[in-house]
């Protein structure tokens, strides 16, 4: 487990790839320039403005739009393998729909995918990160099964526009912050608070629709393009707080990232058996005619088994569980929580970070690898999102320990025989944190959101993940000279 005092360097594994990430409405700006029409972020910041932490919004964001060039500068500085970033649905099709594609829209991602392929950047593109058309919304979303065509349709314009440079696709980020967060607690646009149903309903919707999206690239457009195409699942590490509650631990975590790896990387596929066992059982009690908990058809159980080439994760953080089934009315009924019946809290020792959610945890990394490694029979594994969150600093030694941290506990499981290929830290630059808008920074550069320039300065971790990337190596007790600007 991560040794901050270790005193040999260690080497990455050839072919492994180090990169960055961003997400359209978290950087772009450009609200509704050139043709792009209304998202859900869009609708809600500016109609609940200040639900937003200082009322932020991401009408300027980072101001990607305009300011790409700079944007690929930043990646050749730090010498990026690749550079992971999401396409605007919205700003791509303004209808929603493949009858009227915005060339000028696609003009902004043709012209980001040219720059960094001339300097041979890897684009690595998501196709949904959370900023669903309004439209869309109106008609229900992800909660919807139509949904399923609609982002079907989207992704093969996608793949037609891009696809011949484009060789790494993520169909969805984290299912479970577009439905438990958005669909059930409320701390995601559309913000509703259905859980326990909607959020169910999107989730089922939700596997569908990337599905049938894994499908028709690996029949349509890889025999030509010869990419590669998976989904990308949050994840964060539960521990028991004592070996009586390992129960309650595993049940928590098939509820919250099982429910989206067992249908597509576990032989039997189909939602987790302790899910549909707990929610039918709460369902019945409640007196609901049927489970709350949408069942798949075999024919669904089968598109959807397999649907990926890798795993993609994103790793921050852990959290301490343990059973509850004696605090009736803990949880609101019916709901998600209340059908697993635990508790899960931060140890108020652990080092926190600017997000109250983020705890410096690397063991908890270390064990989630293992687990996946056990519990799906190795696959490959991406890293698609890693980082930590500070105020407005630039010598952030704790964002250079974070990131040695988990990077060493990712070299152990490598060593143990995960087959992880892709790092990804999140984030290139600061970037809109949804409901948290600017207050938490999470960039290896710094965004100054009062400069009309948005004005991207490097921070000491930028300086430390640069010289990762140089010599493939992991030295704990290297030390920038901040002094010098960092150059191509
Ligand atoms: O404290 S609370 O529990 O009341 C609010 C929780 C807010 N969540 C925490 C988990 N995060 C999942 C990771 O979310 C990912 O990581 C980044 C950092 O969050 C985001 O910027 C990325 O867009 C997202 O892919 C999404 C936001």
């Known amino acids: ?119 041979n950047i890897q684009p690595m593109v998501t196709l949904y990160h959370w900023d669903l058309p309004q439209k869309l919304q109106d008609m229900g979303g992800w909660a919807n099964p139509h949904i399923v065509d609609w982002f079907t349709d989207y992704s093969r314009v996608a793949f037609e526009l891009f696809g011949d440079r484009v060789k790494y696709w993520f169909t969805i980020n984290e299912p479970r912050e577009v439905c438990y967060q958005g669909y059930g607690s409320a701390s995601m646009a559309p913000l509703f608070t259905m859980s326990g149903y909607a959020d169910y309903i999107c989730s089922k919707n939700l596997l569908v629709a990337h599905a049938k999206v894994y499908h028709m690239y690996n029949n349509e457009f890889r025999p030509t393009q010869g990419g590669t195409i998976g989904i990308v699942v949050s994840m964060k590490w539960y521990e028991p707080v004592s070996e009586e509650h390992a129960e309650a631990a595993e049940d928590l975590t098939q509820f919250e990232w099982g429910i989206y790896a067992n249908p597509i990387f576990s032989k039997t596929g189909d939602f987790p058996q302790v899910m549909k066992e707990k929610v039918a059982a709460k369902s019945k009690a409640q007196g609901f005619p049927r489970s709350r908990l949408p069942e798949f058809t075999p024919e669904e159980i089968e598109l959807v088994k397999g649907s990926s080439d890798f795993l993609a994760i994103n790793h921050y953080t852990t959290n301490m569980v343990y059973r509850n089934e004696s605090v009736f009315g803990y949880h609101a009924s019916p709901s998600y929580y209340d059908d697993i019946d635990v508790i899960l809290y931060t140890d108020s020792s652990w080092e926190g970070s600017a997000s109250p959610w983020l705890k410096v945890i690397p063991w908890g990394f270390y064990k989630l690898l293992t687990k996946i490694r056990e519990d799906y029979d190795n696959p490959t594994i991406f890293i698609t999102e890693n980082g930590f969150s500070t105020r407005q600093v630039l010598v952030d030694d704790d964002r250079v320990s974070y990131y040695r941290q988990y990077l060493d506990v990712m070299l152990d499981a490598i060593e143990d025989g995960s087959d992880i290929r892709v790092y990804t830290a999140w984030s290139l630059m600061d970037n809109f944190e949804w409901l948290q808008g600017y207050t938490q920074r999470f960039g290896l550069y710094e965004v100054d959101y009062e400069s009309p320039d948005r004005t991207r300065t490097p921070r000491k971790a930028a300086y430390v993940y640069k010289e990762i990337i140089r010599s493939r190596t992991l030295d704990f007790h290297y030390e920038p000279d901040m002094t010098l600007p960092l150059t191509i």
Request: proline fraction near 3%.
């Open 1 to 119: 487990v991560a040794n901050v005092n270790r005193h040999e360097a260690r080497k990455f594994p050839d072919g492994m790839l180090l990169g960055a990430a961003t997400a359209s409405y978290q950087v772009e700006g450009a609200w509704d320039e050139d043709g792009k029409s209304e998202n859900i972020w869009d609708t809600l910041t500016h109609r609940e403005p200040c639900v937003i932490a200082e009322c932020h919004n991401g009408d300027v964001a980072d101001n990607s739009y305009h300011l790409y060039k700079r944007d690929v500068e930043m990646m050749r500085e730090l010498g990026l393998d690749f550079y992971r970033f999401s396409l605007s649905w919205s700003r791509i099709l303004p209808t929603s729909f493949p009858d009227k594609i915005n060339e000028k829209g696609v003009e902004y991602y043709n012209n980001l995918i040219d720059e960094m392929l001339k300097y």
